[in-house]
């Protein structure tokens, strides 16, 4: 799986939240302030070629549906960042949120108490 931009990623949060859409839709949420119309446009396009939308036509509409899951994305991603950041150490990076005042102590607690206790 490919690393999106910050375009595709931006346009691929959107679809996540509203499943089936159109440009339109997916621009109105996003503000044309932020992505102009045809920046969205291609940018759609270039997520369908990378495999992550298929499209259907309905009259001159294209609809867009997601064909990768936002929690599948964050874990290749992540799993990239930890390989490539932390040489493939989860506790390296744990280390670092700490060390840098990211986590704190009752977070990290809580996070071990996640962990033993096996929920998400």
């Known amino acids: 799986m490919q690393k999106l931009t910050v375009q595709e990623e931006q346009a691929m949060k959107v679809i996540w939240q509203l499943g089936e859409s159109h440009i339109r839709a997916i621009l109105d949420l996003i503000g044309e302030d932020e992505m102009p119309y045809t920046t969205l446009a291609s940018t759609i396009k270039n997520l ?9 036509k309905i009259g001159n509409v294209s609809l867009y549906t997601p064909l990768i899951t936002e929690a599948a994305y964050k874990n290749t991603f992540l799993h990239r960042f930890v390989e490539d950041y932390f040489d493939n150490s989860y506790q390296q990076m744990v280390n670092f949120f700490v060390e840098n005042k990211k986590l704190t102590p009752s977070e990290l607690k809580e996070i071990i108490s996640m962990i033993e206790s096996g929920k998400k």
């Open 48 to 56: 369908e070629k990378k495999g992550f939308l298929k499209s259907r």
